[in-house]
Structure formats: structure tokens, C-alpha cells
């Protein structure tokens, strides 16, 4: 098993530039979940998905985008990016309820000029 | 509101030394508590769940609800202990959302 996988690793955006970023599960697992890593404030949760076709928003959700048509696949769309959304971004998994365990990505590392 | 505090930002011992790396959190109901751990160049990992009261790596962590703490122990470093480190809340059933700490980097030296 692969587990989580994110594309890209690296990315670099002008102001106003969209883009999506990858990340897909090979574990069936029904949970999965983006968040931003920053320095000095953790991570924190963008958006999250419990299942296929269903998506809610985290703590920090403004100038996302989620979509969950697939149980593996759970892509960010950053529509109109801006400095402020310069960070690593990780995407993670989990088959579900609050005890289990959270397998995430590798990260992607945005920077927005 | 929940919220998960990691008062040290950085934490340095030398090898050998006992650890302690502190998490308080505030949460009205009964929390899930978890230790995450990221190695240099690493993903982030699962080191610690309290509701499996195991020892990984020698590391320990007690669920203290009257004070509210999850704090992580190891009686002595070692120099591969050298990470990040963060203190994690869930909610019952709601796996997909955890609430992080600010993470405490923990330096061992030899």
C-alpha cells in the first residue's frame, strides 16, 4: 500500500493564481482531512470529509475549495491564492471515530509571491 | 471552545536525561487525546493514543482530566528522539478532526 500520497511536493504561485493540490488514499478509509501547518501554530484543519460526497469545513476554511466524488481521492482547490496561503499543506486519513489513528501525507510546501 | 496548549516551543536535554514534554487542552466532554510525532524529513506519525495506554518508543503519557493534561514522558532521551512533537484533541467520533497543539521541538544532545 502506498497509503496517503500528495502532489505536488513543492509548489510556488503568484497572488491570484489558482491551483489544486492532490491527495489520494489506497487504505478504503472513510475519513480524510486537510490541514496547514504554519510555524508556531501547529496544524489546523482546512476541511474534512466523512465519507464520499460528503465535505465540511474545519477551522481555517475561507479560500478553499473540497470536493469528495471518490473514497481515495480528496483534492484542496486553492481558488485565488494569496501570501497569507503560503505554508505545507497535509492531507491525512482515518477509517473513522475518534480513537483511531490519522496516516497523513508527505505534505506539499506552497509559497505564494 | 476546544483548544490544545503546548507551552514549550523548544525543549533541549541531553542524552540520558529524563523528558517531559507538556500538553493541557480544554474540552467540556471526553476528549480523545493523542501524541503525534515528525521526524526530520518525515511524515507525521502516530506516537501515542491515550485511549491505549501502550509505552512506544519509551514514551508514556497519562490523560489527566482533573487537570486536564496529556503530558508526554520518557524516563531517559535519547539522541533519536530529536523531533517534533504535538499534542492532539478529537472529539468521540469524529476521527477526520483533530485539534493540534503548536508543537514542541525536542533537541537531545549527546
Known amino acids: 500500500n502506498a497509503g496517503v500520497t500528495q502532489t505536488p511536493k513543492f509548489q510556488v504561485l503568484k497572488t491570484g493564481q489558482s491551483m489544486t493540490l492532490q491527495c489520494a488514499q489506497d487504505m478504503n478509509h472513510e475519513y480524510m482531512s486537510w490541514y496547514r501547518q504554519d510555524p508556531g501554530m501547529g496544524l489546523r484543519l482546512i476541511h474534512y470529509?466523512?465519507?464520499?460526497?460528503?465535505?465540511d469545513q474545519g477551522e481555517v476554511p475561507n479560500g478553499y475549495n473540497v470536493s469528495r466524488s471518490t473514497t481515495e481521492d480528496f483534492p484542496l482547490r486553492l481558488l485565488s491564492a494569496a501570501p497569507s496561503q503560503t505554508s505545507v499543506y497535509f492531507c491525512a486519513s482515518t477509517p473513522g471515530g475518534g480513537g483511531d489513528t490519522q496516516y497523513f501525507g508527505p505534505g506539499t510546501r506552497l509559497t505564494v509571491l | 471552545a476546544q483548544r490544545v496548549t503546548q507551552p514549550e516551543k523548544l525543549l533541549s536535554v541531553f542524552k540520558g536525561a529524563p523528558v517531559e514534554l507538556k500538553c493541557n487542552y480544554s474540552y467540556s466532554g471526553s476528549p480523545e487525546l493523542f501524541w503525534y510525532v515528525q521526524y526530520s524529513r518525515q511524515r507525521l506519525q502516530l506516537l501515542l493514543r491515550h485511549i491505549s495506554r501502550e509505552s512506544i518508543k519509551g514514551f508514556t503519557a497519562d490523560l489527566n482530566k482533573g487537570e486536564t493534561s496529556f503530558h508526554l514522558k520518557k524516563p531517559f532521551a535519547q539522541e533519536e528522539d530529536s523531533a517534533m512533537y504535538y499534542c492532539?484533541?478529537?472529539?468521540?467520533?469524529?476521527?477526520?478532526?483533530?485539534?493540534f497543539g503548536q508543537g514542541t521541538e525536542l533537541s537531545v544532545k549527546p
Open positions: 492532539a484533541l478529537s472529539r468521540y467520533n469524529q476521527g477526520g478532526k483533530l485539534i
Open positions: 470529509s466523512v465519507g464520499a460526497g460528503i465535505t
